[in-house]
Nanobody, 114 residues
């Protein structure tokens, strides 16, 4: 599985962004998908995840109520809708796919100015 993340950019506090992570391969639907982020000087941290069925979703406490993860298996894409962005959300965002192995995409930079 190859993953391509996109949608990052420079926004102001309170704005919204939607990140996308497009996957290659024919078995996208069997993978749980996740988003992580890494801020400058910090370790990579979990942001959100969605089960292979799309039924179960998980969020870090810091983004609950502001971020929404979703998936479109027909498009082999997972999304991260980010609302009410805060400067502390500034980071490189990575998507991953978890099955019998774990795959990572390249990151997309989100910068939130105050």
């Amino acid at each position: 599985v190859q993953l391509q993340a996109s949608g990052g950019g420079l926004v102001q506090a309170g704005d919204s962004l939607r990140l996308s992570c497009a996957a290659s391969g024919r078995t996208f639907s069997v993978y749980a998908m996740g988003w992580f982020r890494q801020a400058p000087g910090k370790e990579r941290e979990f942001v959100a995840a969605i089960s292979w069925s799309g039924v179960s979703k998980y969020y870090a406490d810091s983004v609950k109520g502001r971020f929404t993860i979703s998936r479109d298996d027909a498009k082999k894409t997972v999304y991260l809708q980010m609302n009410n962005l805060k400067p502390e959300d500034t980071a490189v965002y990575y998507c991953n796919a978890v099955g019998t192995a774990t795959y990572w995409g390249q990151g997309t930079l989100v910068t939130v100015s105050s």
